[in-house]
């Protein structure tokens, strides 16, 4: 139970620094959301909590007073037998929840360092705009695009929405340029791992990546360059 509590605790700390009514930051936020949207971690608490239950009782049983001088030789011989026996029970479990525990935690270790950001697309300004053709990300998937502005390079995301379309920084107020990933029917901070529901790209506040106004034009969706540069500024460093 003090477990369960000690997630739910994390869950309202994380919860309450993705709306901005905590202070947060990037290395705040990279910490609290894998633990709170990974169950992983859970279930690591768990074992480990195990493995501290098993190296208490081993450590009870070692010292644990016997009189062993009121036992007789049969009684002495049952008795290291059944330390024997406990010893190996107890060594077996906290080696398997160990082993446990390292297999999970690799396993979520590679899969953060092999999830390399998705490709984005670079395009070519036209004076001071972008235009990005309707036809090329009306599928419902999140569509990454580059350009070149003087020495910078900005990143920004465009994804059809039920009411229209999400334009919007590869980045966010909180983890700053770490970028997201689509799963499914939400986007997620490749930072933080907070999912962000498509129908809200664009808005402001907590996770959500930083807002691009833009507008349609017959067949294209037009960016301002100026306003990428200028919301590229609240980009924390």
Known sequence: MMLVAFQLGLTGLHELSEAQW?????GEMAILGPVVRNELFFFVFIFGAAI??????????????IDRDSLNAAEKRLFESQNRRQRGWMLAAATASLAVILVLTADFIY????????AAQPVDPVGNIVRV???????GAMHLFTVSTGSQSL????????NGW???????RICGAEGYRQDGQNVICRHCASAI???????????N?????????????????????????EIPK
């Open 52 to 65: 501290l239950l098993i190296l208490r009782e081993w450590q009870t049983a070692s010292q644990a007073k």
């Open 155 to 162: 990143r920004f995301m465009v994804i059809k929405k039920p």
């Open 197 to 207: 529901y498509i129908p809200s790209i664009g808005d402001q506040g907590g996770c």
């Open 133 to 139: 053709p309707v036809g090329a990300v009306q599928d």
């Open 22 to 26: 905590l202070p947060s930051s990037k």
């Open 166 to 172: 999400g334009v919007a920084l590869d980045a966010c």
């Open 111 to 118: 899969a953060r360092a092999n999830s390399a950001p998705p």
């Open 209 to 233: 990546p930083i807002g691009v106004p833009a507008h349609v034009d017959q067949d294209n969706i037009v960016i301002d360059i100026s306003a990428l540069a200028q919301e590229s500024t």
